[in-house]
């Protein structure tokens, strides 16, 4: 299995400060037939389910605020949040789904 | 839009089996497949499997494999989960969702989850 390694496991930022999350996988999930990497970001507050932000590595959901972007290839991805909003609080996830089992990292505690 | 809603909170004994369902609409059933995912309380989730529902193709975790079984009825455009063999272990919520492209992608839409409690 491909395991997902992030860090930190925890972030505390000021409001309107800048959030760095970073995930390493223990093998490349670039897709070289299409260049694409098999790469989410989720976010998920307590009580509900995970809530999609970034996919391929760096494409923004539809609706997902412009302040989130991702970035990386191969098996070192960054998920960076340029100006954190209160409702930004949450548990981070990167999973990767190159290959099954798609597996997600530990997850990234981000307080204000 | 695309909605997914899950069956009930369950609670059962060591070495029962559970079943969930997933109701799916605001899109073409047929056309995405559906993961199955669960987190226990304070984990990382943890994908369990999917479902290709336009051709009822399955593929399973290993870790999962030889209890979990995946099938769906197109139509009444749903997805069912059957965990067997239960155990402490397996209390966590469960949760489907939807495939981001069709198949082999990321779980983009997900249901509000069910909690499976598995307890003597």
């Known amino acids: 299995d491909i395991v997902m390694t992030q860090s930190p496991d925890s972030l505390a930022v000021s409001l309107g400060e800048r959030a760095t999350i970073n995930c390493k996988s223990s093998?490349?999930?670039?897709?070289?037939?299409?260049?694409?990497?098999?790469l989410g970001w989720y976010q998920q507050k307590p009580g509900q389910p995970p809530k999609l932000l970034i996919y391929w590595a760096s494409i923004r959901e539809s609706g997902v605020p412009d302040r989130f972007s991702g970035s990386g290839s191969g098996t070192d991805f960054t998920l960076t949040i340029s100006s954190l909003q209160a409702e930004d609080v949450a548990v981070y996830y990167c999973q990767q789904y190159y290959t099954t089992p798609n597996t997600f990292g530990q997850g990234t505690k981000l307080e204000i | 839009q695309v909605h997914l809603v899950q069956s009930g909170a369950e609670v059962k004994k060591p070495g029962d089996s559970v079943k969930v369902s997933c109701k799916a609409s605001g899109y073409t059933f047929t056309s995405y497949a559906i993961h199955w995912v669960r987190q226990a309380p304070g984990q990382r989730p943890e994908w369990m499997g999917w479902?290709?529902?336009?051709?009822?193709?399955?593929r399973y975790s290993q870790k999962f494999h030889v209890r979990v079984t995946i099938t769906r009825d197109t139509s009444a455009s749903t997805a069912y989960m059957e965990l067997t063999s239960l155990r402490s272990e397996d209390t966590a919520v469960y949760y489907c969702?939807?495939?981001?492209?069709?198949?082999?992608?990321?779980?983009?839409?997900w249901g509000q989850g069910t909690l499976v409690t598995v307890s003597s």
């Open positions: 093998q490349s999930v670039l897709y070289s037939f299409n260049n694409k990497n098999f």
């Open positions: 479902i290709n529902v336009g051709n009822a193709d399955t």
């Open positions: 969702a939807r495939d981001l492209v069709g198949v082999n992608s990321n779980p983009a839409y």
